[in-house]
Structure formats: structure tokens, C-alpha cells
Nanobody, 116 residues
């Protein structure tokens, strides 16, 4: 029903920046929340940030002040601007979307690698 495609990952040195994009297609009218998760090697997948249809946002404490989530409804795209990147930010970043009941839609992931 919904397809999510992430882009924007890459290799960056500590202190650098990247902007991730998550473009949605399909039956997206029912999406009320979109989130970014990440999973580092050997670690659990964790919630990084989320944004609701109304624009309310959340951030993990580890990224607060450095990352910013935003949306462009005309482009059906959610962004994650990542500044002051640290090696511990290295992970595969996944886009996730759904509603308050469930969030079943996932993107394929995009690799972010931060070198020290």
C-alpha cells in the first residue's frame, strides 16, 4: 500500500553533515506519523526521530540539538538533517510510517558512516 524509499546516506567525517530523505508513494493519505530509526552493527534498532502529520516532533536524547526532522507534503517526503555527526551515529537508517495504531511501512535503509 505504501512504499518508502530512503536516500542521502554516505560517508562523512566526524563533525560533518548529511541530509536523509524518505519519499513515500502509494496510499499515503492514512499516514499520520513518520519516523527515522537506526541500527548499528551488534545493536538494537532505535528510534531517532519522528514527526506527525501536524508537525509535532520527537528526538532521541542522543541526537537532540544535532538532528532536525522535517516534511515537505508537496513532495511526500520527510527529511532528517544530521549535523555535528559523531562516529556513534554510524548505522543503517530506516524510514518508518503508519498511524497511531501501527507503523507497518519500512524503507530499505540507507547507510550512514561517520569516521573519526
Amino acid at each position: 500500500q505504501v512504499r518508502l524509499v530512503e536516500s542521502g546516506g554516505g560517508l562523512v567525517q566526524a563533525g560533518g553533515s548529511l541530509r536523509l530523505s524518505c519519499e513515500a508513494s502509494g496510499f499515503i493519505s492514512g499516514i499520520t506519523i513518520t519516523a527515522w530509526y537506526r541500527q548499528a552493527p551488534g545493536k538494537q534498532r532505535e528510534l531517532v526521530s519522528s514527526i506527525t502529520r501536524g508537525g509535532a516532533t520527537t528526538y532521541a536524547d542522543s541526537v537532540k540539538g544535532r538532528f532536525t526532522i522535517s516534511e515537505d507534503n508537496a513532495k511526500n517526503t520527510v527529511y532528517l538533517q544530521m549535523n555535528s555527526l559523531k562516529p556513534e551515529d554510524t548505522a543503517v537508517y530506516y524510514c518508518n510510517a503508519g498511524n497511531t495504531l501501527r507503523t507497518p511501512y519500512w524503507g530499505q535503509g540507507t547507510q550512514v558512516t561517520v569516521s573519526s
